[in-house]
């Protein structure tokens, strides 16, 4: 058993957890961690998308109540009824557009530099929806509309480019479709699991011959690190949305791509 290996994993695994719901893009973090690990090879790839399935259950976890509602009401409540077909609506775009450009994606895009970029950008664009955001019509997810709900999947495809954050992309896609923070950044929790088991998915049976039975110690350790660090993110970022902002992220992120730039730069 190779300890390094797993300590890799580990590190790694709480990276995964505590950014993939925060808007400082987990897939970017991963990059840039993985690269300073000397863990990115075509392998390591399909272990950063596969953790993040650890991830994911920690939203069905916290959500529990509210995901068995619903798929115990879901032919009899007009509401459940809604917030599925919400989910739908949001999870397609991104989806479709994955489906159709993942090996572009994956082959062109996962670099650091190019999660640099998108780092400070994403901070900037931030700064700029926090000082312009619209007033909330939208205050809980339920309140939700289909258009809301299709503009912010749309929102949700720009984090097919590395560094853009799937959930910054759509907590400030459903802030300026003028949901509450806490609303958007609850439909970003739950529109997820979808888009993430897909990809999961998509990813695993994609690159199958790359793995064997030897990898199973590495994705476990990594699966199991990356649910606990995410369910204690979650509780924490919950906290913090209602009572903030979200210009610290922006300010982390701005900082954060700089550093990460002027290091590969002079790499």
Same mark, same amino acid.
């Given at each position: ?43 390591s790839k399909v272990f950063k ?27 009899? $409540?007009?509401?459940?009824? =809604?917030?599925?077909? !919400? %989910? ?5 775009? &991104?989806?479709?557009?994955?489906? *159709? ?5 994956k082959a062109y895009l996962f ?91 998509? $990813?695993?049976?994609?690159? =199958?011959?790359?793995? !064997? %039975? ?5 994705? &476990?350790?990594?699966?199991?690190? *990356? ?39 002079n790499a």
């Amino acid at each position: 058993m190779d300890l390094m290996l797993l300590l890799k994993a580990f590190i790694l695994g709480v990276v995964e957890g505590a950014t993939e719901f925060l808007p400082v893009s987990s897939t970017g973090h991963l990059i840039i961690v993985g690269d300073l690990l000397a863990f990115n090879d075509e392998k390591s790839k399909v272990f950063k998308i596969f953790i993040q399935l650890g991830a994911i259950l920690a939203i069905c976890w916290e959500y529990r109540a509210r995901l068995q509602h619903v798929a115990g009401s879901a032919f009899s $409540d007009r509401a459940a009824q =809604r917030f599925i077909f !919400n %989910l739908a609506v949001g999870f397609m775009p &991104a989806a479709l557009l994955g489906f *159709a450009f993942h090996s572009q994606i994956k082959a062109y895009l996962f670099s650091p530099f190019t999660v640099a970029v998108a780092l400070v950008v994403g901070g900037f664009v931030i700064l700029i929806v926090e000082k312009f955001a619209p007033a909330p019509t939208a205050e809980t997810v339920d309140d939700m509309s289909f258009k809301q709900a299709l503009k912010i999947g749309c929102a949700q495809s720009l984090a097919l480019i590395p560094g853009v954050s799937r959930s910054g992309a759509t907590i400030l896609g459903g802030v300026v479709f003028c949901l509450s923070r806490k609303a958007a950044t609850e439909f970003s929790f739950f529109v997820a699991i979808p888009i993430m088991f897909a990809a999961t998915t998509y $990813d695993l049976l994609k690159n =199958r011959d790359l793995l !064997n %039975l030897g990898d199973v110690p590495v994705f &476990a350790v990594g699966f199991v690190t *990356a649910f606990f660090a995410a369910l204690l993110a979650v509780k924490t970022f919950i906290r913090y949305v209602a009572h903030h902002d979200f210009r610290l992220f922006a300010y982390y992120r701005i900082v954060f791509g700089c550093i990460v730039l002027a290091y590969f730069w002079n790499a």
